[in-house]
């Protein structure tokens, strides 16, 4: 089976991508908290209302609102109240985030791997956008930094046998895995995951994030932002924190660390901060997760 014309299975894997028409609904209702958590001239009410629309997902932001995360002195009992302690760019991160742990099915990949890794590489991509010297504001680098492997869950969820073969394949035989699913598939999971995203209309810079993150120097519309999810997936990886392929992309591009004006002497602060990271995602996968 494996050695089918690749051609073949990238005609199949976009045929099924055309296909995929309707969003999950937390999806929907987080992509409008993105476009309102922008607005300037939107209100907290405003964003609280949206989230109504969701129960499930009003219950995931209290508990997370009143976790350990944010806690503060009073406890939560409003949405209002909620995007009032964590503010606009939290609220956006954390529904963003619950809503596409609970959009996509996990059958033979960790799920708990891959969310840690991928909540870990977001924070680490905030950090490394703070302390960079070109530092500037980004509101979609987080969610690119988050979204960066959904590939591998699109491939696991809806073309799962052949899929399973190549994820194998990739960590019994150590290959990089999108060198495995090019040569297979003819499609890598970057190019899955930002094909399905630009069809549900997610943001041109997110999906470029998505489609660039092994080759940053080739994207197209937010080539910084990708340098740093390329940078924060790399660190993720090299402190043990992989996606659970148990393998990653090895080549690394020495350019990135000075084009983001990054120095030696920001490694230790970065090392230590994901450290927290990590527990930060723990934490946002068992209170938001399914």
Known sequence: MLTRDNSMYKKMIMTKLQGINEIPTMLTVATEIDRLTNDPNSSAEGVSNVIKNDPALTAKVLKIANSALFAGTQRIVSLNQAVARLGYGEIRRVTIAIAFLNSFKSLFVD???????????????????????????????????????IGILILDQ?????????????????????????????????????????????????????????????????????????????????????????????????????????????????????????????????????
């Open 111 to 149: 799920y708990e791997k891959f969310w840690i890794h991928s909540i870990t590489t977001a924070y680490i991509a905030q950090k490394l956008n703070e302390l960079s010297k070109t530092n500037m504001p980004s509101d979609r680098l987080f969610t690119g930094a988050l979204l960066h492997d």
């Open 158 to 290: 809806y073309f799962t046998t052949i899929y399973k073969k190549i994820f194998d394949m990739s960590i019994n035989k150590k290959y990089d895995l999108s060198i495995v699913e090019q040569k297979i598939l003819g499609i890598t999971h970057a190019e899955v995951g930002a094909l399905l995203l630009k069809k549900w209309n997610v943001p041109d810079q997110i999906t470029d994030i998505i489609y660039y993150h092994h080759q940053p120097q080739n994207s197209k519309i937010a080539q910084r932002d990708t340098k740093i999810v390329y940078l924060a997936n790399f660190i993720a990886n090299n402190r043990g924190y992989d996606n659970g392929t148990g393998t990653f992309h090895e080549q690394f591009y020495d350019d990135i660390w000075m084009e983001l004006r990054l120095s030696v002497e920001q490694v230790p602060e970065i090392i230590e901060s994901v450290q927290n990271d990590v527990e930060k995602a723990k934490q946002l996968l068992k209170l938001g997760g399914k």
